[in-house]
């Protein structure tokens, strides 16, 4: 009887430690270093994969020429904005915004950073518009690229949703990601 009380105080014991430990770790990681300056807040803030619609963008330009991301144009479009692992493919991103409401069938007219949808299989297609008509994704010319052109898969093009990217496995600081 005695060893089972000990082990149970023992038990208790760590686990109030842990729970003291862990109720400080918010406090330091929230805390601002002395070198950190709001312009290099503001800085990080305007950069790519950043959850803004401008960061998506700068993301794909970083990128172009890459093949990194063939077949996983999915995975592309949510890091350009910072985020993975939402959805598990393309069409399965459409069904979701359609069924959210957020989506624009055969619209050819997305606003920057927009999702841009195609049925090119039974996984779909997907890239981040521009604001002038044209897209960034990934399979442009068999790498990460840049169209004018939404037809430029044939005539497959499904329309565009709001970019709206909900956290995934890799989350956005609080704050960065667009709503």
């Known amino acids: 009887m005695k060893k089972k009380a000990v082990t149970r105080l023992v038990i208790g014991a760590a686990a109030a430690i842990a729970a003291l430990a862990l109720a400080f770790v918010p406090a330091l990681a929230s805390a601002e270093s002395p070198a950190t300056t709001v312009d290099q807040q503001e800085q990080s803030q305007?950069?790519?994969a950043d959850g803004t619609p401008?960061?998506?963008?700068e993301w794909y330009q970083e990128r172009e020429g890459s093949s990194e991301y063939e077949g996983m144009c999915e995975?592309?479009?949510?890091n350009a904005y910072g985020t993975t692992g939402v959805w598990p493919s393309a069409i399965d991103h459409w069904n979701a915004t359609n069924e959210a409401g957020t989506a624009h069938p055969g619209d050819t007219n997305p606003p920057l950073g927009a999702f841009v949808?195609?049925?090119t299989s039974e996984y779909g297609h997907v890239g981040v518009a521009d604001g002038n008509g044209g897209f960034w994704a990934s399979s442009v010319g068999g790498a990460i690229g840049h169209s004018d052109d939404l037809g430029y898969y044939g005539d497959v093009y499904l329309g565009w949703s709001d970019p709206q990217?909900?956290?995934?496995k890799g989350e956005l600081p609080e704050g960065t990601r667009q709503h």
């Open 46 to 48: 305007k950069s790519p």
């Open 117 to 119: 949808f195609w049925n």
């Open 54 to 57: 401008q960061g998506a963008i």
């Open 165 to 168: 990217v909900p956290a995934g």
């Open 75 to 78: 995975m592309a479009a949510e």
